[in-house]
């Protein structure tokens, strides 16, 4: 059983950054993939971007590439998503997410574990 509290979020004005912090319990945080959704109101859960159980990889989804980042401190059991050049269609809430023993997948129902989410609101 993994748990997962997702911390960072905000009101922020467009243009600026927030940096959203997912912390994980349990000692088998590396055999997981993570992954952070958005879900505005009235729409389905997206992909945002993805890493892999080592760090190593990344990957994102095109409407966030080249202004956010994902990163994860395996001794901290904790996943990072840094948020830069902030657009009001950014606004959601933001869900970290864990998948047993891969990475990388798109689709929310592929992944074992959620947070709770956090709000992430950008004003124009």
């Known amino acids: 059983q993994v748990q997962l509290v997702e911390s960072g979020g905000g009101l922020v004005q467009a243009g600026g950054s927030l940096r959203l912090s997912c912390a994980a319990s349990g000692r088998t945080f590396i055999s997981y993939g993570m992954g952070w959704f958005r879900q505005a109101p009235g729409k389905e859960r997206e992909f945002v971007a993805a890493i892999s159980l080592s760090g190593g990889s990344t990957y994102y989804a095109d409407s966030v590439k080249g202004r956010f980042t994902i990163s994860r401190d395996n001794a901290k059991n904790t996943v990072y998503l840094q948020m830069n050049t902030l657009k009001p269609e950014d606004t959601a809430v933001y869900y970290c997410?864990?998948?047993?023993?891969?990475?990388?997948?798109?689709?929310?129902?592929?992944?074992?574990?959620w947070g709770q989410g956090t709000q992430v609101t950008v004003s124009s």
């Open positions: 997410a864990a998948e047993r023993g891969s990475w990388g997948q798109r689709i929310p129902a592929e992944y074992d574990y």
